[in-house]
């Protein structure tokens, strides 16, 4: 059957306000609101000129936090911003950036934050959502030396924590939290060679190898399925 659209009709095609249609946008959520990634706006990162930024995170209340370092190495290359408006203006955090060369941070999504050193062993921590971090501690277990495939961090928004030490040798090492972050031991079993580590926060946790072999972990990472097929060009 066919209808004679009346006053509430939406019309396919058009632009419409949120404002005025706050049910619908409830249900089908803002559309091409950042452009699907077709273009890009620079911005000011907060660090100034030269530093390499090594990962970024979105957490609680849309706080994003990116680290990263001026140097490969050395204390005090440590580099570290915060937004709290989408990323349209960003702001140093000195209690962050005044340490060693940054390689990874990863949140609960709860205003728990960890940061990892590149081809360290310490991490430093924020419960403030990123406001205010500790001083270093020991994240025990992570070799120190050169990370020939990065350091890595992931939670399983849950409580537990891992970081993953991927040394130029060959020789991986990991260190575990199930204390929100607060305490840290070493973990045996990280296999070799790791390029890609993440958590999906539901039980796996996967890692991919310098030969694109990817292998997963439904424990925690005490042990890994052999291999779960390769990754080339995927």
């Given amino acids: 059957t066919t209808r004679t659209p009346d006053a509430t009709y939406i019309l396919t095609d058009t632009v419409y306000s949120r404002a005025a249609y706050p049910e619908l946008f409830a249900i089908v959520g803002t559309q091409e609101a950042f452009n699907d990634a077709a273009t890009f706006t620079s911005v000011s990162n907060g660090l100034g000129a030269g530093p390499s930024i090594q990962q970024i995170a ?7 936090i990116a680290v990263g370092y001026y140097s490969s190495s050395g204390a005090g290359n440590g580099r570290a911003t915060r937004s709290t408006d989408g990323g349209l203006a960003w702001n140093s955090i000195p209690s962050l950036s005044a340490g060693f060369s940054l390689a990874a941070v ?8 960890i ?10 921590r924020s419960t403030d959502n990123g406001v205010t971090w500790s001083a270093a501690f020991p994240l025990n277990g992570l070799s120190s030396g050169s990370a020939a495939n990065g350091t890595f961090i992931a939670t399983n928004k849950a409580g537990v924590w891992i970081a993953v030490n991927a040394q130029a040798s060959g020789y991986d090492s990991g260190s575990k939290s199930i204390d929100n ?3 840290w031991n070493s973990i045996s079993g990280i296999p070799t060679a790791v390029t890609r580590f993440a958590t999906d926060a539901a039980g796996n946790w996967f890692v991919i190898t310098t030969n694109n072999t990817l292998r997963r972990s439904i424990d925690n990472c005490a042990t890994w399925k052999t291999s779960l097929g390769n990754v080339a060009g995927n």
């Fill in 58 to 64: 979105v957490g609680k209340d849309g706080v994003i």
């Fill in 106 to 113: 990863a949140t609960d999504g709860s205003g728990v934050w």
């Fill in 115 to 124: 940061a990892t050193e590149y081809g360290g062993y310490n991490g430093y």
């Fill in 181 to 183: 972050g607060v305490t």
